[in-house]
């Protein structure tokens, strides 16, 4: 079993920046590709970055140049570094693990989610 646990969340003011952790424990994230999600208030979940177990990185265009997804593998950590925060970033954020070929359950795992309130 896994258990990912986001933190960081919290309330800033537009242009601000926040940064999110995302601790798993139950097993290693090194092989998996990890991913950050958010549901702003009446949305749909959308996919916010991707990191794979080589480094590579993936986001969705309204948060490129101001989002960076990244990996500590030896602390079973991935983070989100938000800068120029702005209110439509307004979410719950989501972190994902995502099943590797060597995980005997092909299944996602997700997190609680932390709130990101953007207001002044």
């Known amino acids: 079993q896994v258990q990912l646990v986001e933190t960081g969340g919290g309330l800033v003011q537009p242009g601000g920046s926040l940064t999110l952790s995302c601790a798993a424990s139950?097993?290693?994230?090194?092989?998996?590709?990890m991913e950050w999600y958010r549901q702003g208030p009446g949305k749909q979940r959308e996919m916010v970055a991707a990191i794979t177990h080589d480094g590579s990185t993936n986001y969705t265009d309204s948060v490129k140049g101001r989002f960076t997804i990244s990996r500590v593998n030896a602390k079973n950590t991935v983070y989100l570094q938000m800068n120029k925060l702005k209110p439509e970033d307004t979410a719950v954020y989501y972190c994902?693990?995502?099943?590797?070929?060597?995980?005997?359950?092909?299944?996602?795992?997700w997190g609680q989610g932390t709130q990101v309130t953007v207001s002044s």
């Open positions: 139950g097993r290693v994230i090194s092989a998996n590709t």
């Open positions: 994902k693990r995502s099943p590797s070929p060597y995980d005997r359950y092909q299944r996602d795992y």
